[in-house]
């Protein structure tokens, strides 16, 4: 099985995109012709899917969206990763982190049954509660490292042994990296810690929300997150791609502000190539 | 309304118990007469409440066991919930924690929707990732402080200030108090430090896994544990009790076990009273 990280890379390199697609679709934000219901929410994902499958190289789903669905949230959950192609890496945003046998049955649930290619974890409990889902090599597993909300500082810059508790988790999580499919969450809101980050896990894929409606800067999270490369930073865009047009247009409008960001980024990334 | 720290005493005071029954109910660990289904882990939940209500003063219920039963999850956990007796306190734990907006629709979920009692959160995140679950002060939140799990030593002790982590947790839990409805978790698996932890936040509620199968020690729990009033610890058993029996007296034994379980530890709590 290949590692998650060099099937990232080449996803990276064969579409010429670090874009990732938040689809944080939040039913009350429909466009209104489309039904404020499950289905409504199915609907409007597949549509954005089929609209930008060839710019992006990662679609994350934030899992509070579909809990949010109630009784539903699961099958439309399921529905749209299920039409999501195989070209593309499959992220679940549910932030996860339990004692080992619970985290065993998250994983189950993610990793297999939804078969998403990639997750993101709490680093607060420690190795064994995300060990479960680091086992494949194949699943990407993206750790808390430093958020782009305000309550990042409440903790995560606390100076343990003369560090932020933030390079902390990077050490742990290098260490536990044996099957080269680690990864670091990493907020666009601190674009100097960004570029720190990045220096202290120099080939460690970094996903990176928070640039739009949080405020991040793009091409600072693209010249500070890239490795060597110019590869290995998932640049998240939520909002404001698949809320660009809130008309009948809506998939074209997010086509057309996902193919700006994509190659906003591919100039800024491109002198490193 | 209540605060929930305030119903919490009540509800221990009425019913002379600190007993939390876990339902973390396995799909695979049912009675071999229960059908191995959603509607199987339903009809196991209900016999085991109805068997035993009268002796708990709260139940918890793991989401990562229901989110294990994929599409129809939702609604066993949704049912469960429903079948609990307002006199005794539904606890969700999902140890959330996500930026506002994610963390806005888990809290709406489970706090409105489900009409959980209380909550789990992880703290890595900050205020903001929690303040939509601690907002209304009927609603309980239990920050995850020093876990019960071996992985619980891979961040949690660092030093920060020359105390650990878990410390630096507890100063914040406590200044984010202002509504009365915040606690912790913390693991039965250590006893040394619980007792230290009671002795940092006398009186929030602590919310104490790790007892029987995990390995932890009841008296030294529940002395350690409980405030001067022998009261606030929310001692919680989860496989030794739903488990008791595999066979078709499985609710019966769960009474025996939970029976004997809250009288060991009144037995311990008492000279406190």
Known sequence: MTPFTDRLRSVQLARQSLLCIGLDTDVTRLPSHLP???EGVLEFNKRIIDATHDLACAYKLNL???EALGEQGWSVLNATRRHLPASVIAIADGKRGDIGSSSE???RSLVQELAFDASTVHPYMGRDSLEPFFRSPGHGVFVLTLTSNTGARDLQYL???GKPLYEAVIARVKRWNTN???GLVAGATRPAQLKRIRSLAPQLPLLIPGVGAQGGDLKRAVLNGCNREGLLAIINAGR???YASGGTDFAEAARQAATTMRDQINQVRSPQR
Chains 1, 2 share one sequence.
Do not use: D, Q
């Open 64 to 66: 509070a969206f579909y």
């Open 105 to 107: 049955l998250y994983a």
């Open 159 to 161: 100076k343990t042994g």
């Open 36 to 38: 404020r219901t499950p």
């Open 240 to 242: 404001n791609v698949i």
């Open 180 to 182: 080269h499919n680690l």
